[in-house]
C-alpha cells in the first residue's frame, strides 16, 4: 500500500507504479467494507489517499477546499465553525473523494443538485504524474468528466466545493413499523407528486427488516412542519410507532451528528 501525504508525493507515486507497470486502486475513504473489491488481485497497490485530508474555508467564505481522504462529518464539524456549509455526503463515515466523483447526493440536492454541481475546482494528478487543476476556465472536459465519471481521468488531490446559502435546516424524524410500508409509500408519492415540487424539500427514506425510517428536511428553519410535507401529517390512518427526533431547527453538523449516532464508528475498512 502507498499511503502519500500530499500531491507531489501522489505524483511520484504514479510515476512509479507506471515505470513498473503495477496494477493500482485508488482509495479514499474506504467506505466499502468489502475486501478484495479493489480488482487489483494481491501484487496490486492500493494508493490509500487518507492523510489528504485538510479542510480548509476560502478567506472570502466562498469555498471550501477539501483533500480526497476527509470524510463528512470533519468537514462539517470544521465548516460549522465558521458558521458555512458545503453540500456532501449523508452520513459522517463516508468519504470526500468517493462521493464527489461518483457525483453524489446530499440532503439538499433537491434544492442544489448533486454534490458534484457545487465544484469550483479540482486539483487532479493526471496518469503521467503532472498535476493541474480543472474548472470552468482551465481543462473543462476533465472538469465536466470528473463531475461523476469516477476515477478513471485521474487523481483528484484537492476539491474546491462552493459553500451554500443556507444556515439551518428543518428535521424531523418517522420511525414506522414494517406491516405500514406499503401505506407509507402511497404517501411518500403523494410527496413526490406534489411536495417534491418545493426544492426545498427532501426526503430520505429507508426500509429495514424490523423498521422503516424517514427522515424529513427542509433547507431553511421553520416554527411549523412545512406545507411541503404535509401528506406525513394530514394522513390519519397512517401514524409512526415513534417520532425519533421532533420537527427540529438543526445546523448541518448537528444534523450529521444525530443520523451518526445511529452508525457504527468504525472505519469500514
Excluded: C
Excluded at 41 to 47: Q, R, S
Aim: proline share 6%; charged share 10%; no cysteine.
Amino acid at each position: 500500500m502507498i499511503q502519500p501525504q500530499n500531491s507531489s508525493q501522489v505524483s511520484i507515486s504514479l510515476r512509479i507504479i507506471n515505470f513498473f507497470s503495477v496494477q493500482f486502486a485508488v482509495r479514499s475513504g474506504g467506505h466499502s467494507p468489502n475486501l478484495n473489491w479493489a480488482s487489483i488481485g494481491h501484487e496490486g497497490l492500493p494508493l490509500d489517499l487518507q492523510h489528504l485530508n485538510a479542510v480548509r474555508l476560502s478567506s472570502d467564505g466562498t469555498f471550501a477546499s477539501l483533500g480526497p481522504g476527509a470524510r463528512w462529518g470533519d468537514v462539517y464539524a470544521t465548516l460549522d465553525a465558521e458558521k458555512k456549509v458545503v453540500a456532501g455526503g449523508r452520513e459522517p463515515s463516508i468519504g470526500v473523494g468517493g462521493l464527489i466523483l461518483g457525483a453524489g447526493l446530499s440532503h439538499v440536492s433537491n434544492q442544489f443538485g448533486l454534490v458534484a454541481d457545487n465544484m469550483k475546482n479540482f486539483e487532479v494528478v493526471l496518469a503521467n504524474g503532472s498535476i493541474v487543476g480543472a474548472s470552468v476556465a482551465s481543462n473543462t472536459d476533465l472538469f465536466w468528466a470528473l463531475k461523476g465519471g469516477g476515477s478513471n481521468f485521474g487523481i483528484v488531490t484537492q476539491f474546491d466545493l462552493y459553500t451554500l446559502p443556507i444556515s439551518q435546516l428543518w428535521v424531523q424524524i418517522n420511525i414506522y413499523a414494517v406491516d405500514q410500508v406499503r401505506d407509507l409509500l402511497a404517501i411518500y408519492q403523494a410527496w413526490q407528486l406534489g411536495g417534491a415540487s418545493d426544492v426545498k424539500s427532501s426526503i430520505e427514506f429507508s426500509i429495514a427488516l424490523d423498521y422503516a425510517a424517514v427522515t424529513l428536511i427542509y433547507s431553511e428553519p421553520s416554527a411549523q412542519p412545512p406545507p411541503a410535507f404535509s401528506p406525513f401529517f394530514n394522513s390519519t390512518g397512517l401514524q409512526p410507532v415513534q417520532v425519533a427526533l421532533p420537527g427540529t431547527n438543526l445546523t448541518y453538523h448537528e444534523l450529521n451528528v444525530v443520523l451518526g449516532s445511529a452508525l457504527p464508528t468504525g472505519p469500514a475498512r
